[in-house]
C-alpha cells in the first residue's frame, strides 16, 4: 500500500505541474474540503441508515399490519418498475412505469384503496 502524500508534497507536485504556490495551495485546500464534506456526508448517509432500520423494526413488530400492506406495495411496486424496464428493453409501448404503480390496488389512498375506518399505521 503506498503511503499519503502529505499536505506539502500534494502542493509540490502542483506546482511541478505548472500551478503558482497560491493556486496549488488553494487546489489542495479544495480537495482536503471536499474529502471531509464526503467524510461527513458519508457518516450522516450510514446514521439515517441505522434510524430507518430502527423505524422499520418498530414498525414490523408494533403494526404487523402496516408492515405487511407496506411490504406488498414495495413489491408491487419493484414488479411494476421491472414490467415496464422490461417493455421498454423491448421496444414496446404501452404505459409508463408510473402509470402501472398509479393503477395498482394496493396504493394507500388511491383509486381502490380500501377504507381503514380511520385507522392508521401512527396507531
Known amino acids: 500500500m503506498t503511503k499519503k502524500m502529505t499536505k506539502t508534497q500534494r502542493i509540490e507536485q502542483k506546482t511541478d505541474a505548472g500551478l503558482s504556490r497560491v493556486e496549488a495551495e488553494l487546489a489542495v485546500a479544495r480537495e482536503d474540503a471536499e474529502?471531509?464534506?464526503?467524510?461527513?456526508?458519508?457518516?450522516?448517509?450510514?446514521?439515517?441508515a441505522k434510524v430507518d432500520a430502527a423505524a422499520v423494526?418498530?414498525?414490523r413488530e408494533n403494526h404487523p399490519d402496516v408492515w405487511e400492506q407496506a411490504t406488498d406495495m414495495a413489491r408491487a411496486e419493484l414488479?411494476?418498475?421491472?414490467?415496464?424496464?422490461?417493455?421498454?428493453?423491448?421496444?414496446t409501448v404501452g404505459t409508463s412505469g408510473a402509470d402501472v404503480v398509479e393503477d395498482s390496488p394496493t396504493v394507500v389512498g388511491g383509486a381502490g384503496a380500501e377504507d381503514d375506518g380511520g385507522e392508521s399505521w401512527q396507531g
Open 79 to 91: 414488479e411494476a418498475k421491472a414490467a415496464a424496464r422490461s417493455q421498454a428493453a423491448k421496444g
Open 57 to 59: 423494526a418498530i414498525i
Open 35 to 48: 474529502a471531509m464534506v464526503a467524510r461527513a456526508e458519508a457518516r450522516a448517509k450510514k446514521e439515517q
